[in-house]
Nanobody
Framework: QVQLVESGGGLVQAGDSLRLACAAS????????MAWFRQAPGKEREVVAA????????YHADSVNGRFIISRDNAKNTVYLQMNILKPEDTAIYYC???????????????WGQGTQVTVSS
């Protein structure tokens, strides 16, 4: 079992930056692909970014490409999402997920965190 805990969310203004972290426990995530999802009110959950187990493969949704960067530190059992030039439409609950397979845009999660709220004011 893998337990995931997200942190780093908050209330910021448009144009600001945030870095989310997803700390894993229970077992190493070095063999898992990892992803960040988000769900805004009234919308379906969507993949924001994903990274392969080694970190050599990444995916970023078109809506965040060039602004968000996913990374991982397997030694710390942690995955990050650096979010720059935040926009009000980035407001959502952000979830971290682990999967045995890297699927990029079609990532699914086998293990999920509880989510962290990101709110961007205009």
């Amino acid at each position: 079992q893998v337990q995931l805990v997200e942190s780093g969310g908050g209330l910021v203004q448009a144009g600001d930056s945030l870095r989310l972290a997803c700390a894993a426990s229970g077992r190493s995530i070095s063999t898992h692909a990892m992803a960040w999802f988000r769900q805004a009110p009234g919308k379906e959950r969507e993949v924001v970014a994903a990274i392969s187990s080694s970190g050599t493969g990444t995916y970023h949704a078109d809506s965040v490409n060039g602004r968000f960067i996913i990374s991982r530190d397997n030694a710390k059992n942690t995955v990050y999402l650096q979010m720059n030039i935040l926009k009000p439409e980035d407001t959502a609950i952000y979830y971290c997920a682990a999967s045995s397979i890297f699927r990029g845009a079609t990532m699914t999660g086998e293990y999920w965190g509880q989510g962290t709220q990101v709110t961007v004011s205009s």
